[in-house]
């Protein structure tokens, strides 16, 4: 069991070094062991220098912080980190069933300049060649470090108002979903990606209210860069939702003016009383030439031992009328090794008609900090 254990803790540390490693010609040791007691990664007195004329390199909002010390981030300022590691094998015909591993690794910046308001800052790295199972597992590729993302989000009335570039239409999306996904054929968002879970084109703009009844609403646009707003590549989304003690639902429709399509989607959850488990639904159709339907049932278990245990059934995408159904159950079990550290092994089978199976077994490594 201890050599299992630090068969799973390895690999995952050294996920965590090799993208930190970047840095090692920039940084002074003696420097970074001053920040060694800050709480929470707060970058208030990180990166100071003895300049004195120097201005802030992040300045919070007038009123909001009293002092600022020269050359250091405001008190408004943080940072989070976080690594996922996966180890595992696929055994199937259309993989080389070899084991292998892949990480992740995100740093997300935010700072306040009101109070109220927010902007926020993602920046990624990842394997630089992801394997079957990376790519199954949804995860970030790219030996660099790559901005994901730049998004400010601010208060407009009772409205919240979400801009930026690479910025998920659905930022202010409500949704309706229970189920914690092991892989990314069965997101987070109950198998509704295109619709619930829509993304963004590029310019996005996302505003969404939520009243005291329950319900909310959310709409949002989004233009490549290369476009201008209301041209004929934008993309547009609109969601309702409704949310009581232990169920949701929330239904979004999605425009593509580019590919001249439109997306429905819905999904919902209940959540029982006592111990049975909660149970996650989610059903998505294109409007295309073809049209595609794909559907997502999922339940989860809050309470097994330390953890939680999560089952699914799905279809892998939006599956075409004429098209090859191939579905995907997942089983897993995650639970917290310690307060920074989350533990999901987890088994995957995927269906499709003509070829064997594809069995894959890995365990998921989370950290954040």
């Known amino acids: 069991m201890k050599l299992f254990k630090s068969l799973l803790v390895a690999p995952a540390t050294l996920g965590l070094l090799a993208p930190l490693s970047v840095f090692a010609g920039e940084a002074s040791l003696n420097e970074i062991s001053k920040y060694s007691n800050l709480e929470h990664l707060d970058l208030a007195n ?7 004329n120097h201005e802030a390199l ?3 909002g007038e009123g909001l912080v009293e002092a600022t010390q020269v050359g250091s981030f405001s008190e408004t300022t943080t940072a989070s980190f976080s690594v996922d590691t996966v180890i595992g094998s ?29 902007l926020d ?3 990624d790295n990842g394997s630089a060649t992801l394997s079957q199972m990376g790519s199954k597992m949804g995860f970030d590729s790219g030996s660099s470090l790559v901005v994901d993302g730049v998004t400010y989000t601010f208060p407009v009335g009772g409205a919240t108002v979400v801009v930026g570039d690479s910025t ?3 930022s202010t999306f409500t949704g309706a979903c229970v189920y914690s996904a092991f892989t990314d054929a069965t997101p987070d968002d109950c198998g509704t990606g295109n619709s619930l879970g829509v993304g963004g084109k590029g310019v996005t703009a996302s505003v969404g209210y939520a009243f005291d009844s329950g319900i ?16 004929a590549a934008d993309l547009f989304g609109f969601e309702a939702a409704y949310s009581a003690d232990n169920y949701g639902l929330a239904f979004a429709i999605v425009s593509d003016d580019k590919d001249d399509k439109t997306t429905w989607g819905i999904n919902g959850y209940y959540t029982p009383e ?9 059903f998505e159709t294109t409007e295309t030439g073809t049209d595609s339907d794909g559907y997502f049932v999922g339940l989860t278990f809050p309470e097994v031992g330390p953890g939680s245990v999560n089952i699914a059934a799905a279809t892998t995408g939006l599956i075409p009328s004429n098209g090859t159904e191939t579905m995907i159950y997942e089983a897993s079990y995650s639970y917290d090794f310690n307060d920074g550290m ?3 092994p987890g088994i995957f089978i995927e269906e499709v008609e003509n070829h064997d199976d594809l069995l894959g077994i890995a365990v998921k490594t989370s950290f954040s900090f």
């Open 168 to 170: 998920d239409i659905s």
């Open 46 to 52: 990180a990166f100071v220098n003895d300049e004195p």
């Open 342 to 344: 989350t533990v999901t």
């Open 274 to 282: 006592g111990s049975l488990p909660s149970i996650s639904v989610g």
């Open 58 to 60: 992040l300045a919070g």
């Open 216 to 231: 909310s609403i959310a709409g949002g646009i989004s233009s490549p860069q290369s476009e201008i707003i209301g041209d």
């Open 90 to 118: 696929i055994d199937g015909d259309r993989t080389s069933e070899a084991t292998s591993f892949d990480y992740q690794f995100n740093i997300g910046l935010s700072t306040s300049f009101t109070g109220e308001d927010s």
């Open 121 to 123: 800052i993602a920046i």
